[in-house]
């Protein structure tokens, strides 16, 4: 007999045991030393194998019916592989080999005060001496076993896995000898998940490779659903800093696979349980906890497997692997694009971001019709509005007929990275339906060229980013892209527009809700964008706008019709601060602030701010804090900002900073009043300067007036990167921070820091 020991509880072995007990139950030896739950269980070692080879005299049987195999003889092969495993399988077990088999099962037996408990036996291969070769996948798994006359039939069949067709032909065609591969056989307590659920984790986002979260996918049953892609599953996000829950999606969960006589099968799942998450929160915050021990532990990204005991009531963890980021972004990343070939110009009108696309050109009226768009297509219509966010999203580019460089076409697609010409003023009836274009927005005129031409996108990798005294923050809106652009040099960011996240996800007028009854997920929507996106970047300020709907924009919301009414002029209308106290839309507003609350003390994001928009008078923001106040937004622990967009804001900048804690410079809204000039007027682009004199001389008398106060201005708007001169503007009139949209980032802080050091 060997004075290797057969049998080892999991709890005693870990990485450095690979040799002999393979990797995975050394994997799962080295989560239990972790104070990670592992079911409960022990494994055979390698030594245990080759024991039982040897004490059974099969060796020289198993070398003598794979002499002379030829692998492509399929009639031959499938017949010594039979024989091969007949002589393991029907060998008998040692009877020392048996007995510590047996004891160790028995003593699980006791561990779970249980006679006979249902195990799952797992093939644990080892080839420590074959680095370059992967067994993975090769070996048997055997599934509720009960009693020790199965168990140690499992062991055997385990054992005899090593000589399936597959695994022969492997080795003979790698040139290993047979018997270079050793097996132990990981034995746990069968998972009760189908009485319960199981599913994946991963230590970072696995689309955009953003690192501070935990990913959580949950189903019913047994996990072999979700990782074949049969069942749409729940998905759960989880900030790492704080343990908090920052997005719950609830998945069909349709089926689950369920133990049945001995064998699993597939059965639905009713209907009551498919609407519940399969995980209680606390379950979804241990599993993150469990998470970031095993990446500390192993100092890189992991993907876990997991399940909920439903017999036992416990998480348990599984099984562990490293994880490859995928799609992780690029940090640093500037790209510039030209075309190297013409084309047949067809329009042209305002560019808006600096980039080429191509695609097929798809016109609609109005929203109703987005059923009729695809991915890829060239939006083409007279103008946009917040509804249309969903479609703008999926476009190649966009081009309208109205609109000036701040519409909301152009805002919006500035944020998305969508290039799109605006103001073209005869789109719709130039452009025809499916036709391919090109949109050219690399130059201040934007150009749409018939045909798809062909074009050039070149990349530099910024590996110097200059360091700035002025703040260079973003403006977003979109929860979606905030991981991926989590790795930009920036700030944080300051603007996010609770708009967007409305259209994008909710895309139901508030009120309307309240009156269904759903309130609460209207709530849920916005604390999940806006957790999503004060996640990303912190600890960094994030600011979140309050809604700043006009009375148009919100009627195009579903049961918008119902609660708004027509106004002449719905940018000088009922918007901003004036809703919130207004008795026709404060109970609409208790919403926003309680999503609010929830992100920044049940997720504990403590690095957002809030801003209170198109504030006209001292007496209307008093109004707006104390509401806020009263719906758990207190000023004691939570910065509050106004938009300096209005005229007043800047003449009783005194007041106002006697009120908020800082400002944020509308440069859009204000340069509209202040020249009164419609920012919406394609004819009246040419007189809308935000280098104006007046504009020019505002911005300095509200900075030297807030810094007084020791309040913080910032500037959100579109004007920095795309105005000559403005940049120097800004900064000699000594703005704490500059906010623009993702595309423009990294121009902007070369360009903030070339200023500085001309200015200095």
């Known amino acids: 007999m060997t004075s290797q020991p057969f049998v080892r509880s999991l709890e005693d072995v870990g990485g450095d045991d690979v040799g002999s007990v393979g990797g995975k139950a050394a994997n799962l030896g080295e989560l239990a030393g972790l104070d990670v739950p592992v079911l409960p269980g022990f494994t055979t070692t390698a030594a245990a194998y080759e024991y039982y080879v040897d004490e059974t005299g099969i060796r020289s049987d198993i070398e003598s019916a794979l002499d002379g195999l030829d692998v492509d003889d399929v009639s031959d092969l499938q017949s010594r592989g039979e024989r091969v495993r007949r002589l393991i399988r029907e060998a008998t077990m040692p009877p020392d080999l048996e007995t510590q088999i047996v004891e160790q099962y028995e003593a699980v037996a006791r561990e779970l005060d249980t006679r006979d408990p249902a195990v799952a036996v797992r093939s644990s291969a080892t080839a420590e001496d074959l680095p370059t070769a992967s067994f993975a996948g090769q070996q048997d798994t055997f599934l509720d076993v009960t009693g020790r006359e199965e168990l140690l039939d499992a062991v055997k069949g385990c054992y005899a896995s090593l000589f399936t067709d597959r695994a022969i032909v492997y080795r003979e065609n790698k040139g290993f000898d047979h018997f270079d591969v050793r097996l132990a056989c990981v034995v746990q307590k069968m998972g009760q998940a189908d009485l319960g659920s199981s599913g994946v984790l991963f230590t970072l986002d696995p689309d955009s490779g953003f690192e501070n979260v935990v990913v959580v996918e949950a189903a019913y049953g047994f996990g072999e659903l979700i990782v074949q892609g049969e069942v749409d599953p729940d998905r759960y996000v989880v900030f790492k800093p704080t343990n908090g829950i920052l997005e719950k999606r609830l998945g069909g969960k349709a089926q689950r696979m369920v133990r049945q006589n001995g064998d699993t099968v597939v059965e639905d799942v009713p209907e009551p349980e498919r609407n519940q998450y399969a995980l209680s929160d606390d379950e979804i915050r241990t599993l993150a906890a469990y998470a970031e021990r095993i990446e500390d532990h192993f100092d890189r990204p992991m993907d876990v497997e997991w399940l909920l005991d439903g017999d036992l009531g416990q998480l348990f963890v599984v099984q562990a692997r490293p994880e490859t980021v995928h799609g992780a972004a690029e940090a640093n990343v500037i790209r510039s694009y030209r075309l190297l070939e013409e084309g047949e110009t067809l329009l042209d009108g305002v560019a808006i971001g600096s980039a080429i ?22 939006l083409v219509t007279e103008m946009t509005a917040p509804d249309w966010v969903p479609i703008m999203k999926k476009a190649s580019a966009i081009v309208t007929e109205r609109g000036g460089k701040t519409s909301h076409a152009a805002i919006v697609s500035r944020e998305l990275g969508v290039p799109a010409v605006v103001g073209t003023q005869r789109a719709t009836k130039v452009l025809r339906d499916g036709d ?33 005294e002025t703040d260079v923050m973003l403006i977003l809106g979109d929860p979606s892209r905030a991981f991926s652009l989590a790795s930009l040099p920036v700030d944080g960011v300051g603007l996010v527009r609770e708009e967007f996240i409305i259209t994008s996800h909710v895309g139901t007028h508030p009120l309307a809700m309240l009156e269904r009854g759903e309130g609460e997920q209207y709530i849920t929507a916005l604390q999940t964008g806006i957790a999503k996106i004060a996640a990303a970047f912190y600890p960094d300020r994030v600011v979140v706008r309050l809604s700043d709907f006009k009375t148009d924009e919100y009627q195009r919301l579903e049961g918008g019709w119902k609660y708004e009414f027509d106004e002449a002029n719905p940018m000088l209308g009922w918007r901003g601060a004036s809703r919130y106290y207004d008795e026709d839309f404060r109970k609409a507003f208790r919403l926003e602030c309680e999503a609010l609350r929830r992100v920044r003390e049940e997720v504990g994001l403590d690095n957002v701010t809030v801003m209170v928009p198109f504030c006209r008078t001292p007496e209307e923001g008093q109004r707006v804090l104390d509401m806020m106040d009263g719906h758990g937004l207190s000023q004691t622990d939570l910065d509050v900002f106004v938009m300096a967009e209005v005229p007043s804001n800047v003449v009783l900048a005194d007041r106002f900073s006697e009120l908020f804690d800082g400002f944020s410079i509308g440069s859009n809204d204000l340069t509209q009043l202040l020249l009164g000039v419609d920012r919406n007027s394609e004819k009246l682009a040419s007189l809308f300067d935000e280098r104006d004199e007046a504009v020019a001389r505002s911005i300095e008398s509200l900075v030297k007036e807030a810094h007084e106060h020791d309040r913080p201005v910032g500037i959100c708007g579109d004007a920095p990167s795309t105005v000559p001169g403005f940049v120097d503007l800004l900064l000699e009139a000594d703005v704490d921070s500059i906010s623009v949209t993702p595309d423009v980032a990294l121009e902007t802080i070369q360009k903030v820091s070339e200023a500085e050091n001309r200015l200095s």
């Open 436 to 468: 391919a274009v090109t949109v050219d927005c690399t130059s201040e005129t934007g150009y749409v060229y018939d045909g798809e031409l062909e074009f050039e996108t070149r990349e530099e990798t910024l590996t110097d980013v200059p360091e700035t």
């Open 357 to 378: 696309a191509t695609g097929r050109v798809r016109l609609l009226d109005d929203v109703s019709q987005m059923d009729r768009f695809q991915a890829g297509d060239v």
